[in-house]
């Protein structure tokens, strides 16, 4: 794991925004499609406003969810919303979007069907993660239904519910997140730093973000 710290908050989404475009440049040069992976939340909203302006070829790049809420994008909880509102914009509306969520009542209905069209984007091409006080990351959960599956599994998209969680969740799997050629982790604030130093001397079942940390580089702000 390598940590790069930041001295504010804005400053590290400008950077970080900069970093990804360059890595899915890199690989459009060499490559006929990249594929982008991001997860939804709040934390990532200014890295998708800088991403979404800039200059590549996104026609040619394919981007999803790293875990999505199996609500309708109608509902306020949608990822997918998040995304059309603040990545999938400006030139960035070229991207090809595969969607984590199809209309069923439950995710386990529509699972071959989802996983199945991420084939052409695998393996990734640039992995952005965030984490969260519990030291989850994607829907990969402490105490969740599938966990042991998600973090040791073959699977590619996992149903996964979890203590507090009000929704089942659809998430890459770990095998799907560390295959990407670049992995990033976004945090802010001191309690997610604690978090992560916690993390990184226990189990992935204990603290599912160990799970992907070997090889990824974390970016951190305190505010």
């Known amino acids: 794991m390598k940590l790069v710290e930041y001295p504010d908050a804005e400053m ?3 950077d970080l925004a900069d970093k990804l475009a360059s890595e899915l440049s890199s690989a459009l040069r060499a490559n006929d499609t990249a594929s ?6 709040t934390t990532p909203g200014p890295i998708f406003d800088s991403l979404c302006a800039v200059d590549l070829d996104w026609a040619r ?4 969810l790293t875990d999505e809420r199996w609500v309708p994008e109608t509902s306020e909880r949608s990822n997918t919303r998040l995304l059309r509102e603040r990545l999938l914009t400006d030139r960035a509306a070229a991207a090809t979007y595969l969607p984590l969520y199809a ?10 069907e989802l ?4 084939s052409p984007a695998l393996p990734l091409t640039v992995a952005l993660l965030g ?12 105490g969740a239904d599938q966990l042991d599956l998600a973090l040791h599994g073959s699977d590619r998209l996992v149903a996964m519910r979890a203590p507090g969680a009000p929704e089942p969740r659809i998430t890459l799997s ?7 050629m670049s992995r990033h982790i976004v945090i802010v604030g001191a309690e997610k730093r604690a978090a992560l ?9 204990e603290a599912p973000v160990a799970a992907v940390l070997n090889g990824a580089t974390v970016h951190w702000a305190e505010a």
């Open 12 to 14: 590290m989404m400008m």
């Open 36 to 41: 982008l992976a991001v997860p939804g939340g």
């Open 61 to 64: 790049v394919q981007v999803m």
């Open 103 to 112: 209309d069923a009542p439950t995710p386990e209905e529509k699972l071959p």
């Open 115 to 118: 996983a199945a069209n991420l």
């Open 131 to 142: 984490m969260g006080a519990d030291m989850h990351t994607a829907s990969i959960f402490p």
């Open 174 to 180: 770990a095998a799907v997140l560390n295959a990407a």
């Open 197 to 205: 130093e916690k993390a990184r001397h226990l189990s992935p079942e």
